[in-house]
């Protein structure tokens, strides 16, 4: 009996402890656009046509590139437009090359993106003008104290015939947090299900 008791005395001190964190967890909201220039490439990193580009390769050429935030919404408000420079890797898309950790970086303002997946590539001609667009999934992470990792979305497009400006933003949700709801209801049916134990125990005691 006591056995029983000590094991649903445990349980509930971990719901609890579950619930809390749940309670008290905040995801990032809002949204961060930023703006640079890029490369259109081949698998080998050689400048190429839109037809043929399998990778971005975001301005100064070479290993990663450079962009400014143009706007910010939520969580992001606090960071400084058009001065404030973060840092981006270059990347292939078909296929891609992910996930890549720290994607873009903005560590004097402690967030940072981690790219999980390319999710659709659109190339259209209109005109003598090219233009590319790219959405995928990630991970919006923060070292600022109480913001937990959020997923969220990426997008992309840019003008990829002069290959001199590209613009696109990344929205945050809530989705993977666990809702104190949805806790507090996993948690009365776990300690009601260890309550019916001990009922049955004591019958089963009470009839020998």
């Known amino acids: 009996m006591n ?3 000590k094991g649903i005395l445990g349980l509930a001190i971990i719901l609890f402890g579950l619930f809390s964190a ?10 961060i656009a930023m703006a640079g220039s890029f490369k259109l490439v081949d698998t080998s990193g050689n400048l190429t046509s ?8 975001f301005a100064p050429t070479g290993s990663g590139g450079m962009f400014a ?27 891609f090359s992910g996930p890549i950790n720290n994607f873009w970086n903005l560590a004097s303002d402690g967030f940072s993106f981690d790219l999980l997946s390319i999710d659709s590539v659109d190339k259209q001609s209109v005109g003598a003008t090219d233009f590319i667009s790219l959405t995928g999934s990630g991970l919006i992470n923060s070292t600022i104290a109480g913001l937990d990792a959020t997923f969220g979305s990426w997008s992309l497009s840019g003008d990829a015939t002069n290959g001199i400006i590209f613009g696109w933003s990344s929205t945050t949700t809530a989705k993977g947090v666990p809702e104190p709801s949805t806790l507090a209801l996993m948690g009365i049916a776990l300690l009601g299900f260890g309550l019916v134990r001990v009922r049955n125990s004591r019958r089963g005691s009470d009839a020998g």
């Not at 749940?22 to 949204?31: C, D, E, N």
């Open 3 to 5: 056995s029983v008791r």
């Open 50 to 57: 839109l037809a043929s580009a399998t990778g971005i390769d």
């Open 69 to 95: 935030v143009v706007g910010a919404t939520g969580e992001f408000s606090s960071i400084s437009l058009f001065t404030t420079i973060g840092t981006i890797a270059d990347f292939q898309f078909d296929p």
């Open 22 to 31: 749940g309670a008290y967890a905040v995801p990032i909201t809002g949204s």
